[in-house]
Structures are given as C-alpha cells and as structure tokens.
C-alpha cells in the first residue's frame, strides 16, 4: 500500500475511536518515518499522526502508543521523546542486531518526557513466553498507572520465527496473545461508563508471506475476541517450540524496570 494513502486511511479512522470503541487500519503503522524525513519505508508517520491528532483535535492528554513491530519504533520515539502526553512503549528485536538500530532500555525520554519512552529490547529468537512476561511485568502496570484515553497499537507479522527480515520467534499463538492483551489493557481505565478505551490498531509489517495473513487474522482476532481457530501454515520448528531466550528476556525485563522505577510507582522490582 502507498504510503500516502495508509496515513489518509489511517487519519481517518483517529476520528472514528470517540464513536466506535476498536478500529483497525490495514497497511498501517510507518513508524519508522520521522519529523522531518522519511525512511525504513516509510515515507509519513501515521502512528504519530494519530497521536498528534487526538492531542490537537480532541484535546487528550494521556496516549498510549503501543509498538509490537520486530523493528524499533525510532520515528515515533523522535516525535514524542519529549512529550509526556505520549507514553510510547516499544518491544522490538536487539537493535544491535537489526535496523534501525536505537531503541535501547536507557532510551527513556528526556526533559518531562522523562519515563514516557520504554524501550524493551528483545534477544535474538524471544518468542511467546518473552512477549507474555513483558506484558505482565511492565506493559500492564504502567498502563494502568497511565490510564491511557487512548490506545494506538502498530505492528504486524515480522516478529513471527518464520519472517524473513528479523529474527524473532512469536507463533500465531503470540500474535493471538498481543491482540488479547490490547483488548484486556483497554479495559483497564477508571471511571469511564462503559469502561474501555478506544483502540486504533496499525497493521502493517510482515516479510513472509506465508505466514503474514495468519499472524494478521490472529491480532485482530485477539483484539476483537473472534473465536474462531487459526492455525500455523508452517511448522514450528524445534527451537521456537520453547522460548529458548526466555533467561535472556527475563534480564532485559529487569533492566528496563530498573530504568522505570523512579519514574512509575506500580512497577515493581
Ligand atoms: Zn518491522
């Protein structure tokens, strides 16, 4: 899809969210793409145009940008490095071993954006077991803390073990898992009727193309709750059967939080 129009596609679904509690926008999520350039494919940055627009149209203060893409976010994280109405949360593989080679845990903000950019590196190979542990130990305690008004998660099927760019090693069932945990974090906010926060969702990555349409269906079912069966299409060999790395994740996890810690009280070591 055209740059172009996956960010017209995805601006004109930012309205949608204060009538509609979940949209998804296919082909969307050029996080790559900065203030004032374009790269990585990505020409314009829809995620942060979303952001952008919910601040500027709609007045919020608190966003969450959730970004599950193999790759770091690094335009999105330039966008907001300063700026506590965005909390940007990214897991992304080492970026010692892929582009674009930031996003590191001591990445965490500066001046009052200080906190509001948590960087999750992942080793080499991390897969369910790795994604699960980030979500519980630190995804869902500073969201709640955060209680976002909004949720814009971007991300597609490159950290699956079978793609072709990266090296990571999600299954259909973790792509499943992600989609659930969005859905079960946007019902964590206080004092809304009914209680859940809208939820824009990016679609975009994915360079296996055997794999892609599986790992996609599975994120929106785990967003939408469909319960319907989706299976691997390729085998999942011996090494990503198990989480292999999930040692190596559990350091990186205690790092992060250690780099958090003066800065989100329900963090906890
Ligand atoms: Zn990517």
Known sequence: MHANSATSHTLGYANAPMRIKKVISLGGGLHHAKPAYGEGFCIYNDVAFAAKYSIEKYKLERILVLDTDAHAGNGTMEYFYEDPRVLFIDLHQDPRTLYPGTGFAYQIGEGKGKGFTINVPLPVFAGDNSYQLVFEEIIEPVVKEFNPQIIIRNGGSDPH?????????????????????????????????????????????GYNKKVLPYAWLALIAGLANFKIEIKESIAIPQQFQKDLVFEETKKVVKEVKRNLKNYWKYVKM
């Open 161 to 205: 073990f079978a793609d072709e760019l990266t090296q990571l090693g999600l299954t259909v069932k973790g792509f499943r898992m992600i989609g659930e945990k969005v859905r079960k974090i946007s019902e964590i906010c206080d004092g809304r009727h009914p209680p859940t926060t809208p939820v824009i969702d990016m679609i975009g990555s």
